[in-house]
């Protein structure tokens, strides 16, 4: 399994993966600053020096504001949270989805004869769908044979190919890695999967109908 990061050309989007991530808790930053505005008494100012204080900070805070918003795309966008196991499907400043998922188990495998070794994790970083997919078909890696202790077949044998797993929709972001359905629905919100982002049948199916090849994807 490839880990996938974007190359020099994608500069701009970190930049904005990275106001996309300070705007999601820019309401909690907000929430500080005001909280952070000393109180008449409390420090030993008087009431003028407190007042240029709090509007140079309110200033301060809606010039960042202006700034996010300049960054954050303006169609759709798919945000996820690997730590809470959460993706987001936003539009501007607006939340359309907020559902679970699961996401990379950050656990290794290795071939029992030790010549290879496997790390299953779900890249971070700035993406693009770069496919979409109806009833995905799973070509099973070499590690999904060594995993169940079976021999590894040639490149195009027929046990490569199994239909049915990867759910009805599959949104491909690189590296081999997908946002798909899945059968075990139970283990959604845990960190079980291979790298893949996998999504329950209803949340998949929303975010199907708003993205399309070339929407962002902001994995952290």
Same mark, same amino acid.
Request: charged letters at 20%.
């Given at each position: #399994?490839? =880990?996938? #990061?974007?190359?020099q050309g994608a500069l701009i989007l970190w930049l904005?993966?990275?106001a996309i991530l300070a705007a999601v808790l820019l309401g +909690?930053? @907000? *929430?500080d600053r005001e909280d952070a505005v000393p109180k008449p008494g409390s420090v030993g100012l008087d009431e003028a020096t407190l007042k240029r204080?709090?509007?140079a900070l309110r200033k301060e805070n809606a010039q960042l504001q202006v700034r996010l918003d300049k960054l954050v795309p303006k169609e759709p966008y798919i945000v996820v949270n690997t730590t809470l196991n959460r993706i987001c499907l936003r539009k501007g400043g607006e939340t359309l989805l907020d559902a679970v998922c699961s996401t990379g188990s950050n656990t290794q495998l290795t071939a029992p004869d030790g010549s290879r070794t496997w790390f299953f994790s779900t890249p971070r970083g700035v993406f693009k769908v770069k496919n979409r997919m109806e009833r995905p078909?799973?070509? =099973? &890696?070499?590690w999904a044979f060594v995993e169940e202790g079976e021999p590894v077949p040639? +490149?195009? @044998? &027929?046990? =490569?190919f199994e239909?049915?797993?990867l759910g009805d929709y599959g949104l491909y972001f690189g590296g081999g890695y997908l946002i798909h359905g899945t059968l075990f629905q139970r283990f959604l919100g *845990?960190?079980?999967?291979?790298?893949?982002? =996998?999504?329950?049948?209803e949340d998949l199916a929303q975010i199907w109908k708003v993205t399309r090849v070339g929407t962002p994807v902001y994995i952290f």
């Open positions: #399994m490839n =880990r996938s #990061m974007p190359g904005a993966g990275l +909690a930053c @907000s *929430q204080r709090t509007d078909v799973w070509v =099973r &890696p070499d040639t +490149a195009s @044998s &027929p046990e =490569r239909e049915g797993v *845990q960190n079980v999967t291979h790298g893949c982002i =996998r999504v329950g049948d």
